[in-house]
């Protein structure tokens, strides 16, 4: 039914080929996706990859995703034009890991030139940060602060920009798309406390600490967006050893 995925994008390789079996009529309208697990396999790519091309096609309005019961043909790419679909917008896990790489370093010299004005300033996003866990955009302000300010450590503009622009990224349709499945309350509570982890070891002016702490928290970032859409799904496979049928 799929080919196997080569080297270019892949996630938008991933969408690519699931638009055409859209478009050329072998998922109709209304009809559920392989699941996760089972695209990937037969793609021969990751569940995140599988995960960033859904979001995509959702994104232009070719598929709808329900949480715990799969996903679902919305129209076909014949029925109107495609508002969004862009080769330069980076997946979501694609950001997370390059974060990942550039963060974790920055953390670790963080705790090397740590002064009590920069344990202050992590402080003052932390005691805010604390009281908005029900205003998504308010903590998501202040999560960018956050990275900046440690960022901001090291007295380098250019590091200032980056992490700046990386976090940015977030801002773009795929990654909001993403975020309004798995971002909540809970889920902003579980950054704070890794937040807060960071500032301790980062203020102790341990760079290994400082440096795991940061992985920690962005490896977190990540296992919070990864939950399978048809997750509930999934587990009654494991159970019963059938696929589950929708009522």
């Known amino acids: ?30 009809e559920r996706l392989p699941g996760e697990r089972e695209l990937a396999e037969e793609l021969g790519v990751s569940r995140p990859t599988i995960r960033e091309a859904l979001i995509a096609l959702e994104v232009e309005g070719l598929i709808h995703i329900r949480m715990g019961s799969g996903v679902y043909v919305a129209r076909s790419p014949r029925d109107k034009p495609i508002l969004v679909h862009s080769e330069e917008l980076e997946g979501p896990f694609e950001l997370l890991r390059a974060r990942a790489l550039i963060e974790c370093a920055i953390a670790e010299e963080a705790a090397r030139a740590i002064t009590p004005e920069h344990i202050a300033a992590m402080d003052d996003v932390l005691t805010q940060m604390a009281r908005t866990f029900n205003s998504p ?40 798309k993403l975020a309004s499945y798995f971002e909540s309350a809970a889920s902003w509570r579980e950054a704070f406390e890794e937040h807060r982890a960071v500032r301790d070891a980062i203020a102790a002016g341990d760079p290994p600490r400082a440096k795991a702490a940061m992985q920690y928290h962005l490896q977190q970032s990540q296992r919070r967006f990864s939950r399978s859409f048809d997750e509930d799904l999934e587990g009654e496979r494991g159970h019963s050893g059938k696929a589950s049928k929708q009522k």
Not at 21 to 27: D, F, K, T, V
Not at 142 to 163: K, P, Q, S, W, Y
């Open 1 to 30: 039914m799929f080919a196997a995925i080569q080297s270019r994008r892949l996630y938008r390789q991933v969408a690519d080929q699931i638009r055409s079996q859209i478009e050329h009529g072998r998922l109709g309208i209304g």
């Open 137 to 176: 955009q308010v903590s998501i302000a202040l999560d960018r602060t956050f990275h900046t300010t440690i960022a901001g450590i090291m007295e380098n503009a250019a590091l200032d920009r980056v992490v700046g622009e990386l976090f940015d990224q977030r801002m773009t349709p795929y990654f909001t």
